[in-house]
């Protein structure tokens, strides 16, 4: 902070992540140009600025922490308040308590309430009424080339908007002034996996490959980095369906144009 | 819909998941790595039933559902086992 007439004033170690405010008070000194006051210090973050709550999933949690499918929206129940609605869902696809990728309740909102931003883009699902961003696959992939998501919820400040759930900013990383690369494969399958408590003797067969590679160096040193990823998905799975059948008692009791038909279907 | 049924008066099983990962990192050289990590979902294979079906009559005529009160799913996966490789440089 420099001001002609007044000793300038430096302070470091203040990181900012995304969606975070911070206000910092600045008191310049009358004095000489060529005196310097520095202060090095880690100042507590607190955000005075608006009344939001939020959440970050910070670099480290997103490619640390285990991923089922690399799906990097797991990571939002690391947030208070935050429940994973997927294995409540009903309907099919396109109807608006049904979504393709995974589903949120935040603070008690519907999970249809959620915005998702990428770099400040709203980030949609399948159709209009798909509010969560997600593929077929059931996931929301490309977690390599994803450094943070900071999730803001309650009253959050004027900047948010559209729905009154969760809003969740997704930034994605950017290269380095060095090449960097990196390719990998993700295996699971049945082999590897426990039997799941409504399947019958067997394990329904399941093979999941999830493959890629990223890349990222500089255009123009210092100055344009691009950072670009692939990530491929490939699966077969087997589900258990559970389902009622009439019992013993209840064939025995069916008439015999009935019974005929149930002795058969086994 | 009929009745004098409060909301939020049913409440369903818990949850109960423990997730770990465990990864290995190699030097193949200054600029190249290695890295090999398993990732374990729901490791103690804690079975985490869903809420029972909560609809009784699904359309204004017809009978009962069958499935009305039973559950049928789990909220979670069994364990689950992920094996990953990855080349970085």
């Given at each position: 902070m420099d001001k002609l007439g007044f000793r300038s004033e430096r302070r470091s170690g203040v990181s900012l992540v995304v969606g975070q405010h911070q206000e910092l008070d600045f008191t310049l000194q009358v004095g000489d140009v060529h005196q310097t006051v520095e202060v090095s210090a880690d100042p507590d973050v607190l955000s005075?600025?608006?009344?939001d709550t939020a959440g970050l999933v910070g670099e480290r949690q997103v490619k640390d922490l285990p991923l089922n499918g690399r799906s990097y929206d797991q990571l939002l129940a690391l947030n208070p308040g935050t429940v994973n609605y997927t294995s409540q869902r009903a309907g099919s696809t396109g109807t608006s308590n049904s979504e393709l990728g995974n589903m949120f309740s935040v603070s008690g909102h519907r999970p249809q309430e959620n915005l998702f931003l990428l770099n400040g883009v709203d980030y949609t699902g399948a159709s209009e009424i798909s509010n969560t961003p997600g593929g077929v696959s059931g996931q929301l992939l490309g977690v390599d080339a994803v450094r943070e998501f900071a999730v803001v919820k309650d009253t959050y400040g004027a900047e948010y908007g559209k729905r009154p759930g969760a809003q969740v900013s997704i930034v994605t990383a950017g290269g380095t002034n060095q090449f960097h690369g990196a390719v990998y494969e993700f295996v699971r399958n049945s082999a590897l996996d426990a039997r799941n408590f409504f399947d019958q003797a067997e394990i329904p067969g399941f093979q999941r490959n999830v493959f890629g590679g990223s890349f990222g160096g500089p255009?123009?040193?210092?100055?344009t980095f691009p950072l670009g990823n692939y990530e491929g998905y490939r699966q077969n799975l087997g589900l258990s369906n559970v389902t009622l059948v009439p019992d013993k008692a209840s064939r025995a009791a069916a008439v015999p144009s009935v019974q005929i038909r149930i002795s058969t279907a086994g | 819909m009929y009745g004098n049924a409060g909301r939020n008066i049913l409440e369903g099983s818990s949850l109960k998941q423990f997730d770990l990962a465990l990864a290995k990192h190699w030097s193949l050289s200054e600029r190249v790595n290695l890295q090999f990590r398993s990732d374990f979902f729901n490791l103690l294979n804690h079975t985490n039933l869903n809420t029972p079906n909560p609809v009784v009559y699904a359309a204004a005529t017809g009978g009962p559902s069958p499935t009305a009160g039973v559950i049928t799913s789990t909220s979670t996966t069994s364990r689950q086992v992920q094996l990953g490789l990855k080349l970085l440089w």
């Open positions: 005075a600025t608006t009344e255009i123009r040193p210092d100055k | -």
